[in-house]
């Protein structure tokens, strides 16, 4: 007689689990131990959130979560459900570019590309973060006020993040600071 | 990674009585140490009792003029906060100095103050580490010891604390306030962190079972000055080889309060007593600075790697000491 080896949705340690993505709500039942970038992945099918390290060190699976930048791969998509998540597949406006996009297509923000849905999400936070006001540690005086212009410096920290290992650092800088409206020129100072 | 089940608190007592009806479950918040070191297999729970939903996320500003932190607020809302910024600045400076955007978005102040060590030993499975599995020996004490700890160490543990946030919150007289299955409690950060000695797995003092809900600091307006600053080896996004929060309240050049703590270099934060004994009454100069960072450093007692880290602690202190009295003059 066959068995049925069909896996027990109702074991404790997997879960149904709603997920709101890109605008979409999916339900899919998963291992607890999926993690929020193994879902997107391999479940939902949204391959543009890369794989790199796997350990939060590098930012290639960065998402928004809620509007804030989270690393994907740190994330047990289990406490994911209730959010919004956007990934790089919702950064667009329909077929309109997103400008941090726009930046790094003018800008040659990258040489292999996969990196560049970690950086463009994380790029995206960053200037969202840098308008509210929220200092960093490249900030001189962190006090309430004394708030600085998002110049390659703050850039530079503020997406400390996300590595490229293909060194495209100087292209990612311009990008970013043509998408806040504050660009760098090619003379700006390398990094001390 | 083990397997677990998953289940989410709504309130803080379901949640540490949740925790108390089961010896492998264990908080989660913002999963950025727990997750991974699962991945590692350093950490093999049987639950995960998921704690981000609670009512611990505000920061408070209360009559007294103590500020209140609840435990699940995170690093970032921490560090932006306008009250932290104005009043104990190198908390936000230290918060910022630690980890990326992304997972400062994630990690909560109450994991902060749980993380575990950034020994390498500790996190492969495949060594001796005391921490992970008591008695099983040290491999850091006769290997790989350049990140390691020079003060307060003993032969069973030579790991240091990552966290930047601590360090401050040592120098500014943190409490801990948790919750239990018999009720709520709390704790200085002094005595949040015990002495290595032979019980390395001992981390904190934390009573089994509780769930920590807040941190206070303590009205202290010398912390409006304060700084805080990280020697990494590279310029962002990496751990500390040495770190130093201060304050300094100077009158006609002499100084009159000193708050000093140092990170990455013990098992837990390090007040610097000593140091802030011997700045009392004495100038704001330099020479008296470095006179108290040695004061504070006699103590110190190198690894095979990790000498570098005596004088880098000293040139620490007289140069954010030198930074905050110049402040003060201005």
């Known amino acids: 007689m066959l068995t049925n080896l069909r896996e027990d949705t109702v074991s404790p340690t997997r879960s149904e689990i709603s997920l709101h993505v890109n605008g979409k709500t999916h339900t899919l039942s998963a291992d607890n131990r999926t993690t929020l970038l193994d879902a997107l992945r391999e479940q939902l099918g949204l391959t543009g959130t890369k794989k790199g390290c796997d350990h939060g060190q590098c930012g290639a699976c960065t998402v928004l979560v809620d509007g804030r930048r989270a690393v994907s791969c740190l994330q047990l998509a289990v406490a994911a459900e209730g959010t919004a998540i956007t990934t790089i597949e919702g950064i667009a406006d329909g077929d309109q570019l997103h400008p941090v996009q726009e930046a790094f297509l003018e800008l040659d923000g990258y040489q292999c590309g996969y990196c560049t849905p970690g950086q463009i999400c994380s790029a995206v936070a960053v200037i969202q973060e840098h308008a509210e006001g929220w200092p960093s540690a490249a900030t001189d005086d962190v006090r309430p006020g004394a708030e600085t212009a998002l110049d390659a410096e703050e850039i530079r920290e503020r997406m400390s993040g996300n590595l490229c290992r293909c060194g495209a650092y100087t292209a990612i800088v311009r990008a970013v600071a043509q998408a806040a409206g504050n660009p760098v020129t090619a003379e700006t100072k390398v990094m001390a | ?330």
Request: glycine share 10%; with cysteine.
């Open chain 2, 1 to 330: 990674m083990k397997e677990f089940s998953y289940s989410r608190a709504t309130g803080v007592r379901e949640a540490v009585s949740l925790l108390a009806s089961d010896s492998g479950a264990r908080f989660l918040a913002g999963g950025t140490n727990l997750v991974d070191l699962m991945k590692a297999g350093v950490e093999t729970p049987d639950q995960l009792i998921d704690v981000r939903g609670l009512p611990l996320g505000r920061i408070e500003l209360r009559g007294d003029g103590a500020l209140v932190i609840g435990a699940t607020v995170t690093n970032s809302d921490l560090a932006a906060h306008p009250e932290v910024r104005l009043r104990y600045p190198a908390l936000a400076q230290a918060v910022l100095a630690g980890a990326s955007g992304q997972l400062r978005n994630m990690a909560t102040v109450g994991g902060n103050l749980l993380q575990r060590t950034r020994c390498g030993y500790f996190a492969d499975i495949a060594s001796p580490c005391n921490k992970r599995e008591p008695g099983s020996g040290c491999s850091a004490i006769t290997g790989e010891n350049h990140n390691h700890a020079i003060l307060g160490w003993s032969e069973h543990c030579v790991a240091t604390h990552p966290s930047d946030m601590v360090v401050p919150l040592a120098a500014f007289d943190a409490v801990i306030s948790y919750e239990t299955v018999d009720g709520p409690g709390e704790m200085p950060l002094a005595e949040f962190y015990p002495e290595v000695g032979d019980t390395p797995q001992q981390e904190t003092t934390l009573p089994a079972g509780a769930l920590i809900t807040s941190v206070t600091l303590p009205a202290a307006p010398v912390a409006a000055r304060s700084r805080y600053r990280k020697v990494r080896e590279r310029a962002s996004y990496a751990f500390a080889t040495g770190s130093i929060a201060a304050a300094l309240g100077v009158d006609n050049g002499v100084v009159r309060e000193a708050r000093i703590a140092f990170g990455a270099v013990a098992s837990r934060p390090w007040r610097a007593h000593a140091a802030e004994r011997a700045l009392i009454g004495a100038p704001a100069t330099a020479e008296a600075f470095g006179a108290a960072a040695d004061a504070e450093l006699a103590a110190a007692k190198p690894l095979a790697h990790n000498g570098y880290k005596v004088p880098l602690l000293h040139n620490l202190v007289v140069a954010v000491l030198t930074e905050l009295a110049e402040e003060a003059a201005r």
